[in-house]
C-alpha cells in the first residue's frame, strides 16, 4: 500500500532499507537502489561503519529518527526533506517508514524515493503564484470545499501561518468563511462549473484578530479529483479597501438623498463649465423645474417665478455662479408657476475649485425664508418706526433720504418739508396727553394720504415731522404742502374752538436748496421759522434772500440736532430700553435681533463701531462675536478680531460698576483696529459675577463725553442680551471641549493627524510661494524612558518635546501621531540651515531631558521632506519624512536625513526581500558564516560566533546588514535566527560524530523572540533533536536590543540560562549601559563594542576606562570578550587589562562553516 502511494507521488525508482531496532542504528537489509540513492557503497557501510546508518549518515539516520516521533502517527510516518550527498550532488528524498515484526525482531522498514524533479517543478509553481499580489488555491468543490493546494500569499492574505490556518480550519476552506456569503459564493462557483469560464465571487473571510475582511475571488474549473469532483483553482485578492469605498460611497449617497428629501429647502449643484443646474431628485422648485437644468443662466423658467423686483438681483445671482463667486447669496421672492402669493427665498451657494485652482462647482441650497424674513423685516420696522405714529424714526429718515441722494442713479430733485403742529403743547396741557397722542396719529394718517406713494415720512420729535418727495419740481411739492397744510386744518380737536389743529411747514427743494439731508433741512427750518413767523398754518418755501435768517434761533436748527439730550423726546428711549427684551423674547432670529439693537445704540450714540466682545472658551482672549459700523451696518467676523489681556495690562480694574469709559480715546487692539484712538464707551457683562465679555461703543471723531442717557441705553441693551450671550456661551464652551477632544492630543495640546491636515493644505493654499518642508520625528527608544523611570515621567518627556518644537521650532502646526511621533510643518530658507535648527532643537530638548533625569541621553530622529520634492502633495511628504526618518539605522542613533528617491529605492528593494525571503529559507540561500573566538592567555580558539549570509542563486551575497534590520521589523529574523541556530546544530552533530572537540558557538537572538511564549523550551528541543548539549551554545543580544523589550527579553534569557545555555550581552557599552543595572543582567558574558578600539586611539583615559570596565565585569563573574580586534596593539593591551577573549579581523574573518572546520577545527 506504501508502494502505491509513493508511485502516485512520482514516477521515479523506489529503494528500501531496513533497520534493527534493537541495535538502534544496524541495517539488515538495503537494495542497491538505497546506495546509489544514499550515496555511499555497500562495502562502506559494511566494512567501515559496522553495518550503522548512524555512522554511514548522520543526516538520513536523524530523519528517520525524527519519523518516527511523529505523535500524530506513532509506528508509521512519513517525510520530505534536502539531502546532501558525499560528492556534494543534493536530493531531495520522501521517506515513508514502518514498524514490522521479521525474523523475531522488531524492525523499521523505510521506503525512499527521489522526488528532487517533483520539488523543482513544484518550487517553480510557487514562485509563479507567489508573484501574484494575493494568494492562490485549489479546491476540491465537493460537499466540504477541501483546500488541495494553495500558495503562502493564500494564508498570508488571510492573516494567518499555514500551520496557524490548518490548526484552526483543517484543510477546509468554508470553515473561516462568513455564513451569510456562503450562499453567494457557492452560486458563483456553480456558475463557473457550468459555463467553464472565469468567474468572480465576494466573500467576507475570518481574520486571526477576530475581524471580518473582504476577499474577492476569481476562479475557474480546471479539472476533477478521481472522484470526480470538480476542482476549482482560484486566486484571491484583498478587496476589503474597494468594499469599504464603495459602502461609504453608498452610504453618502443614501445620506445626501435622505438629506435633500427631509430639508426644507432644495439642495443644488451648479456646473460653470456647462452652465448647468441639477438638483438631486425630481423637484419644481421656484429656480428649476427638472433634475437637470442645461443653459441655467438663459432659462426662462425662473424668469416667471421670481417678482420682477428681484429679476435684477437674479441676473446677478447668475453672474457670479458664471464667475464662481466663492460665497453666493441671493434673497429673493418667488411664486409656484400658476400663481399664488409671492414668499421670500434664500439661494446661498459655495464654490469649489479644480486642481487647477479654477472654479469647477458650486454646491447650495434655496430655502423658503419667507417666515424668517418676514419676521426679519418686521423687527426692522419695529425699530426703524416710532412707535406711535408708525412713521420713520428721526435716524432713519436722514439716512433712507442721504440713500436717495447716493443711489446709482441719483435722485436730481424733489422736496423736503419740515412739519411742525402749531400750538401742540397747549393741547396736550388743555386736553391731556392720551388726546394729544390720537391727535398725532390722525396727523400722521393725513400726512400718508396726501403725499404720494414711495415718498419718506417720519416722525422727527415730540410734533415735528419731516417728509421727502423724491423726483418732485418745485411746484409740486409747494402744492403738496399746501395741501398738507389744509388737511391738517381739518381735523377734528374737540369743543375747544380756541384750540384749532394747524401745521406750518417750510420746504425746500433740491438740487435749488442743496444735496443731502443736512443741507435741506437747514434750510427747511428756517423756511419753517418764517413761516411760523407769518401767522403759522401755512406753509413757505426756503427763499436764499437772508429775511430773517441770520442771527434768528431756528426751531429746530443745526446746533440742536447735534445734542445728544434732544435727539429723542418724550420718551423715545425710554420705549426702546423697553423695546429691546420684547424684540428678543419675540424673535426667532435672535442674531438679527440684536444687530438691530446694535444700529439703534450706534445710531443714537453717533458711534463709528458698536460690538460685543466675549472671552474665549480658553478664557484667555476677548474674541468679537457681533460687529456693527456705520455706514456698512453688519460686519463678518474673522478670527483675528480678538485681543488677550496681556495686551491690555490691568483691563478688568477700569470698570467701575460695570462701565468703563474713555472720552479722550484709546488704543484697542482686535476687534476694533488700532490704527486710529477712539472714544470708546464699554458696559461689562457678567455670568455670576464673572467678566464674560462687553458690549463697546467706538467714536472716532475725538472727544466724546458720555452722557448718563447713553451709557444708560447701552446697559439697557447688556442687561436683555446678557441671558442670550451666556446661553451661547455655554454651548460654545462645549463644542470648545468637543472640538479639543476630536481635533487635539490630549496630552501634548498639539494636533491631531487629521486637523493637521486641514491647517497645513489651508496655510499652503495660502502661502504657495512659501518654503516649506515636512518634519517627521521621533524620540529613539522611548520605551526605554517608560521602563526606567515610568510612564508619568515619560508623559513629561513627550509634553516638553512638543513645546520645544511648537515654541522653538517655528513650526507653522505639529501633530502628534501616537507614543513618541510627531509631524510639524515648518518653514525654511535653505536645507542647511533648516538641519542646524533641528539639531538645535534636538540639543536644547536632550539638555531639558538630562537636567530633569541626570546620566540619561535622549536623542530625537527626524526626517525631513521638502513639499517642491512631492508638488505639494501634503500626504506623499509625510510618507516621504517618515521613509527619511527609518533610514537613520540603529537603536540608539538620533540625526536628521533629507529625503531622497533613492530611500524609496531602498523600500523597493526591502519589498523585493519580502517577496523572496520564504522562497530563500527554503532553498537554503541564507549561509551560515563562523568566526573565531580567541582566549588571549594562550592564543586556543575557545568558539565561534555564528554569521548569516544571504548567498542568491546568481551567486551575489547579501550582507547582514541589508537584510536583517528588514527583518527585524518584519519579524522574519526569529526564523533566520532558528535556521542559523538549526545549522549550527546540524553541523556540530557531525562533528560530535566524528570525534571532533566541540567548542561553545554562539548565535545572534532577536529581542523579538521575547514576543513568543515557549521559546526557549522550542530552542531547547532543537538541540536536544540534535544531540548537542546547551552549554555549547551561547546567545548573543544587543545591550540595546535588551533594554527595549526588557521584561520579556529578560525572562527569556533568564529561562536559557537556566537550562545551561550560555548567554552574551553584544555590543555592550554603545547604548544605554548603566553600572546600577550591570549586576541585575540576565547574562554570563559580556562582548564589549568594537567602538573602544575602532577610532578612539590609546590614550590614557580610554585604556583607564576600558580597564575599569573589565575589572568591574569579572568582579561581577562575567567572562569579558572584546570584538572589533584588528591590530597586535589591540591584542596586547586588552591582554594586559585582563581581557579573556577576543574576536576580530587580527585572527580571522567570517567565513564558511567547511573552512572554518578545515582551518580551526582538530
Known amino acids: 500500500m506504501a508502494q502505491g502511494k509513493l508511485e502516485k507521488r512520482c514516477s521515479s525508482r523506489l529503494c528500501r532499507c531496513v533497520l534493527s531496532l534493537a541495535g538502534g542504528t544496524t541495517v539488515r537489509y538495503a537494495d542497491e537502489g538505497f546506495f546509489d540513492m544514499a550515496g555511499f557503497p555497500r562495502e562502506y557501510l559494511e566494512t567501515s561503519c559496522g553495518g550503522s546508518l548512524k555512522t554511514a549518515s548522520p543526516q538520513l539516520y536523524g530523519q528517520i529518527c525524527a519519523m518516527r516521533?511523529?505523535?500524530?502517527?506513532?509506528?508509521?510516518?512519513?517525510?520530505?526533506?534536502?539531502?546532501?550527498?558525499?560528492?556534494?550532488?543534493?536530493?531531495?528524498?520522501?521517506?515513508?517508514?514502518?514498524?514490522?515484526?521479521?525474523?523475531?525482531?522488531?524492525?523499521?522498514?523505510?521506503?525512499?524515493?527521489?522526488?528532487?524533479?517533483?520539488?523543482?517543478?513544484?518550487?517553480?509553481?510557487?514562485?509563479?503564484?507567489?508573484?501574484?499580489?494575493?494568494?492562490?488555491?485549489?479546491?476540491?468543490?465537493?460537499?466540504?470545499?477541501?483546500?488541495?493546494?494553495?500558495?503562502?500569499?493564500?494564508?498570508?492574505?488571510?492573516?494567518?501561518?499555514?500551520?496557524?490556518?490548518?490548526?484552526?480550519?483543517?484543510?477546509?476552506?468554508i470553515r473561516l468563511m462568513h455564513p451569510d456569503d456562503e450562499a453567494v459564493f457557492e452560486t458563483a462557483v456553480r456558475e463557473m462549473i457550468g459555463t467553464r469560464q472565469t468567474g468572480v465571487a465576494d466573500y467576507r473571510v475570518r481574520q486571526k484578530d477576530g475581524s471580518w475582511r473582504w476577499r474577492v475571488a476569481y476562479g475557474k474549473m480546471i479539472g476533477s479529483t478521481e472522484e470526480g469532483v470538480p476542482v476549482i483553482q482560484c486566486v484571491i485578492l484583498d478587496n476589503e479597501e474597494k468594499r469599504q469605498l464603495e459602502q461609504k460611497l453608498e452610504l453618502e449617497n443614501e445620506r445626501y438623498q435622505a438629506v435633500a428629501q427631509m430639508s426644507d429647502g432644495v439642495l443644488w449643484e451648479y456646473?460653470?463649465?456647462?452652465?448647468?443646474?441639477?438638483?438631486?431628485?425630481?423637484?419644481?422648485?421656484?429656480?428649476?423645474?427638472?433634475?437637470?437644468?442645461?443653459?441655467?443662466?438663459?432659462?426662462?423658467?425662473?424668469?416667471?417665478?421670481?417678482?420682477?423686483?428681484?429679476?435684477?438681483?437674479?441676473?446677478?445671482?447668475?453672474?457670479?455662479?458664471?464667475?464662481?463667486?466663492?460665497?453666493?447669496?441671493?434673497?429673493?421672492?418667488?411664486?409656484?408657476?400658476?400663481?399664488?402669493?409671492?414668499?421670500?427665498?434664500?439661494?446661498?451657494?459655495?464654490?469649489?475649485?479644480?486642481?487647477?485652482?479654477?472654479?469647477?462647482?458650486?454646491?447650495?441650497?434655496?430655502?423658503?425664508?419667507?417666515?424668517?424674513?418676514?419676521?426679519?423685516?418686521?423687527?426692522?420696522?419695529?425699530?426703524?418706526?416710532?412707535?406711535?405714529?408708525?412713521?420713520?424714526?428721526?435716524?432713519?429718515?436722514?439716512?433712507?433720504?442721504?440713500?436717495?441722494?447716493e443711489q446709482d442713479p441719483p435722485v436730481r430733485a424733489g422736496s423736503l418739508f419740515v412739519v411742525d403742529i402749531d400750538n401742540f403743547k397747549a393741547v396736550n396741557d388743555r386736553l391731556g396727553h392720551l388726546f394729544g397722542d390720537v391727535l398725532l396719529t390722525n396727523i400722521a394718517?393725513?400726512?400718508?394720504?396726501?403725499?404720494?406713494?414711495?415718498?419718506?415720512?417720519?416722525?422727527?420729535?415730540?410734533?415735528?415731522?419731516?417728509?421727502?418727495?423724491?423726483?418732485?419740481?418745485?411746484?409740486?411739492?409747494?402744492?403738496?404742502?399746501?395741501?398738507?397744510?389744509?388737511?391738517?386744518?381739518?381735523?377734528?380737536?374737540?369743543?375747544?374752538?380756541?384750540?384749532?389743529?394747524t401745521a406750518s411747514v417750510g420746504v425746500a427743494d433740491c438740487p435749488r436748496c442743496g444735496d443731502h439731508y443736512v443741507e435741506l433741512f437747514r434750510k427747511a427750518d428756517r423756511a419753517l421759522y418764517r413761516a411760523k413767523r407769518h401767522g403759522k398754518d401755512r406753509a413757505e418755501a426756503y427763499e436764499p434772500d437772508g429775511r430773517g435768517a441770520d442771527g434768528e434761533e431756528s426751531l429746530l436748527n443745526l446746533y440742536e440736532m447735534d445734542r445728544p439730550e434732544v435727539r429723542w423726546q418724550d420718551g423715545e428711549m425710554e420705549s426702546m430700553l423697553d423695546l429691546f427684551p420684547r424684540i428678543l423674547s419675540s424673535s426667532k432670529d435672535i442674531d438679527s435681533a440684536i444687530y438691530l439693537m446694535l444700529d439703534r445704540i450706534g445710531e443714537y450714540c453717533r458711534a463709528a463701531d458698536v460690538g460685543i466682545l466675549e472671552r474665549t472658551p480658553k478664557g484667555d482672549r476677548l474674541q468679537a462675536t457681533y460687529l456693527w459700523k456705520r455706514?456698512?451696518?453688519?460686519?463678518?467676523?474673522?478670527?483675528?478680531?480678538?485681543?488677550?489681556?496681556?495686551?491690555?495690562?490691568?483691563?478688568?480694574?477700569?470698570?467701575?460698576?460695570?462701565?468703563?469709559?474713555?472720552?479722550?480715546?484709546?488704543?484697542?487692539?482686535?476687534?476694533?483696529?488700532?490704527?486710529?484712538?477712539?472714544?470708546?464707551?464699554?458696559?461689562?457683562?457678567?455670568?455670576?459675577?464673572?467678566?464674560?465679555?462687553?458690549?463697546?461703543?467706538?467714536?472716532?471723531?475725538?472727544?466724546?463725553?458720555?452722557?448718563?442717557?447713553?451709557?444708560?441705553?447701552?446697559?439697557?441693551?447688556?442687561?436683555?442680551?446678557?441671558?442670550?450671550?451666556?446661553?451661547?456661551?455655554?454651548?460654545?464652551?462645549?463644542?470648545?471641549?468637543?472640538?479639543?477632544?476630536?481635533?487635539?492630543?490630549?496630552?501634548?495640546?498639539?494636533?491631531?493627524?487629521?486637523?493637521?491636515?486641514?491647517?497645513?493644505?489651508?496655510?499652503?493654499?495660502?502661502?504657495?510661494?512659501?518654503?516649506?518642508?515636512?518634519?517627521?520625528?521621533?524620540?529613539?527608544?522611548?520605551?526605554?524612558?517608560?521602563?526606567?523611570?515610568?510612564?508619568?515621567?515619560?508623559?513629561?518627556?513627550?509634553?516638553?518635546?512638543?513645546?520645544?518644537?511648537?515654541?522653538?521650532?517655528?513650526?507653522?502646526?505639529?501633530?502628534?501621531?501616537?507614543?513618541d511621533s510627531f509631524i510639524s510643518l515648518t518653514r525654511y530658507e535653505s536645507l542647511d540651515q533648516l538641519e542646524k535648527h533641528i539639531s538645535r532643537i534636538d540639543q536644547e530638548f536632550n539638555a531639558g531631558v538630562r537636567e530633569k533625569l541626570p546620566g540619561s541621553n535622549v536623542m530625537v530622529a527626524s526626517g525631513v521632506c521638502p513639499l517642491s520634492l512631492t508638488q505639494g502633495d501634503l500626504v506623499e511628504a509625510i510618507d516621504n519624512a517618515n521613509i527619511a526618518r527609518k533610514s537613520i539605522k540603529g537603536f540608539h542613533k538620533g540625526g536628521c536625513a533629507i529625503f531622497e528617491e533613492g530611500m524609496k529605492r531602498r523600500l523597493s528593494a526591502e519589498a523585493q526581500m519580502a517577496n523572496r525571503m520564504e522562497y530563500a529559507l527554503e532553498n537554503r540561500e541564507f549561509v551560515v558564516y563562523l568566526q573565531p573566538k580567541v582566549a588571549l592567555r594562550d592564543g586556543r580558539m575557545v568558539g565561534a560566533e555564528a554569521l548569516v549570509r544571504w548567498r542568491r542563486q546568481d551567486g551575489s551575497i547579501i550582507p547582514p546588514d541589508e537584510f536583517i534590520p528588514f527583518f527585524e521589523r518584519n519579524g522574519f529574523v526569529t526564523r533566520i535566527d532558528l535556521y542559523v541556530l538549526d545549522r549550527v546544530l546540524e553541523r556540530m552533530s557531525v562533528w560530535k560524530a566524528a570525534g571532533k572537540r566541540l567548542v561553545p558557538l554562539s548565535v545572534n537572538i532577536s529581542?523579538?523572540?521575547?514576543?513568543?511564549?515557549?521559546?526557549?523550551?522550542?530552542?531547547?528541543?532543537?538541540?536536544?533533536?540534535?544531540?548537542?548539549?546547551?552549554?555549547?551554545?551561547?546567545?548573543?543580544?544587543?545591550?540595546?536590543?535588551?533594554?527595549?523589550?526588557?521584561?520579556?527579553?529578560?525572562?527569556?534569557?533568564?529561562?536559557?540560562?537556566?537550562?545551561?545555555?550560555?548567554?552574551?550581552?553584544?555590543?555592550?557599552?554603545?547604548?544605554?549601559?548603566?553600572?546600577?543595572?550591570?549586576?541585575?543582567?540576565?547574562?554570563?558574558?559580556?562582548?564589549?563594542?568594537?567602538?573602544?578600539?575602532?577610532?578612539?586611539?590609546?590614550?590614557?583615559?580610554?585604556?583607564?576606562?576600558?580597564?575599569?570596565?573589565?575589572?568591574?565585569?569579572?568582579?561581577l563573574n562575567f567572562r569579558v570578550i572584546c570584538e572589533g580586534v584588528e591590530t597586535a596593539q589591540d591584542v596586547e593591551f586588552l591582554r594586559a587589562v585582563g581581557c579573556d577573549m577576543a574576536q576580530g579581523y587580527y585572527f580571522a574573518r567570517p567565513m564558511p562553516i567547511d573552512e572554518f572546520e578545515e582551518r580551526w577545527m582538530e
Open 1007 to 1115: 529581542r523579538i523572540h521575547g514576543d513568543s511564549p515557549n521559546q526557549a523550551e522550542k530552542i531547547l528541543e532543537l538541540t536536544r533533536r540534535w544531540g548537542i548539549e546547551p552549554a555549547m551554545i551561547e546567545f548573543e543580544l544587543t545591550e540595546t536590543a535588551l533594554f527595549q523589550n526588557a521584561g520579556r527579553v529578560r525572562s527569556l534569557l533568564e529561562k536559557l540560562m537556566e537550562m545551561g545555555f550560555g548567554v552574551s550581552i553584544d555590543d555592550f557599552g554603545a547604548g544605554y549601559s548603566s553600572l546600577n543595572v550591570l549586576p541585575s543582567i540576565p547574562a554570563n558574558i559580556l562582548k564589549l563594542d568594537k567602538g573602544f578600539l575602532q577610532g578612539r586611539g590609546f590614550n590614557e583615559r580610554n585604556r583607564t576606562l576600558v580597564r575599569h570596565m573589565i575589572s568591574m565585569a569579572v568582579d
Open 631 to 819: 455706514g456698512t451696518g453688519r460686519v463678518p467676523i474673522s478670527s483675528e478680531e480678538a485681543f488677550s489681556f496681556s495686551q491690555w495690562p490691568g483691563y478688568l480694574q477700569r470698570f467701575e460698576e460695570g462701565v468703563y469709559t474713555e472720552p479722550d480715546g484709546a488704543m484697542l487692539p482686535g476687534c476694533v483696529r488700532p490704527d486710529r484712538r477712539c472714544a470708546l464707551l464699554q458696559c461689562g457683562i457678567y455670568d455670576e459675577g464673572a467678566f464674560s465679555g462687553c458690549v463697546v461703543v467706538c467714536d472716532r471723531g475725538g472727544r466724546h463725553d458720555w452722557t448718563r442717557q447713553e451709557i444708560a441705553l447701552t446697559l439697557g441693551f447688556v442687561r436683555a442680551v446678557t441671558p442670550y450671550i451666556l446661553k451661547r456661551r455655554t454651548a460654545a464652551e462645549a463644542q470648545y471641549r468637543l472640538d479639543r477632544a476630536l481635533n487635539f492630543d490630549e496630552l501634548t495640546g498639539l494636533l491631531s493627524l487629521g486637523s493637521f491636515k486641514e491647517r497645513a493644505a489651508a496655510y499652503l493654499a495660502a502661502s504657495p510661494r512659501s518654503r516649506c518642508a515636512i518634519i517627521y520625528s521621533d524620540i529613539v527608544n522611548f520605551k526605554y524612558i517608560n521602563d526606567a523611570y515610568g510612564f508619568t515621567t515619560g508623559d513629561e518627556v513627550l509634553r516638553d518635546f512638543a513645546r520645544a518644537i511648537t515654541e522653538r521650532g517655528g513650526a507653522v502646526c505639529s501633530a502628534r501621531l501616537g507614543n
Open 445 to 501: 394718517k393725513a400726512m400718508r394720504e396726501t403725499v404720494r406713494p414711495g415718498d419718506i415720512l417720519g416722525r422727527i420729535g415730540g410734533d415735528e415731522f419731516v417728509v421727502f418727495l423724491p423726483g418732485a419740481s418745485r411746484a409740486e411739492g409747494e402744492r403738496i404742502a399746501g395741501e398738507l397744510v389744509a388737511r391738517v386744518s381739518r381735523i377734528y380737536a374737540g369743543e375747544f374752538t380756541d384750540l384749532q389743529i
Open 69 to 173: 516521533e511523529q505523535p500524530d502517527n506513532p509506528g508509521r510516518g512519513e517525510a520530505e526533506f534536502r539531502y546532501q550527498r558525499a560528492d556534494g550532488t543534493e536530493l531531495w528524498l520522501y521517506l515513508n517508514g514502518g514498524l514490522a515484526e521479521l525474523e523475531g525482531e522488531r524492525r523499521l522498514e523505510c521506503l525512499f524515493l527521489d522526488v528532487t524533479e517533483l520539488v523543482v517543478a513544484r518550487t517553480r509553481l510557487e514562485n509563479i503564484t507567489n508573484t501574484i499580489p494575493g494568494g492562490v488555491v485549489q479546491l476540491s468543490f465537493g460537499e466540504d470545499w477541501r483546500i488541495l493546494y494553495a500558495n503562502d500569499g493564500f494564508y498570508r492574505l488571510n492573516g494567518y501561518t499555514r500551520q496557524e490556518y490548518r490548526a484552526l480550519a483543517g484543510d477546509l476552506f
Open 271 to 405: 456646473n460653470a463649465a456647462e452652465d448647468e443646474a441639477i438638483v438631486p431628485y425630481s423637484v419644481r422648485s421656484v429656480l428649476v423645474d427638472q433634475m437637470r437644468t442645461p443653459g441655467f443662466s438663459d432659462s426662462a423658467y425662473a424668469q416667471g417665478t421670481v417678482h420682477p423686483e428681484d429679476l435684477p438681483r437674479l441676473e446677478q445671482f447668475r453672474r457670479e455662479l458664471r464667475e464662481g463667486k466663492p460665497h453666493i447669496l441671493f434673497e429673493f421672492r418667488a411664486r409656484q408657476p400658476g400663481g399664488g402669493e409671492y414668499r421670500w427665498h434664500r439661494a446661498e451657494g459655495v464654490t469649489l475649485c479644480g486642481a487647477d485652482g479654477r472654479p469647477a462647482r458650486t454646491v447650495g441650497r434655496t430655502a423658503d425664508i419667507d417666515r424668517e424674513k418676514r419676521e426679519r423685516l418686521r423687527l426692522r420696522d419695529a425699530a426703524e418706526r416710532d412707535p406711535m405714529t408708525g412713521l420713520y424714526n428721526r435716524s432713519v429718515v436722514q439716512r433712507l433720504i442721504d440713500e436717495r441722494f
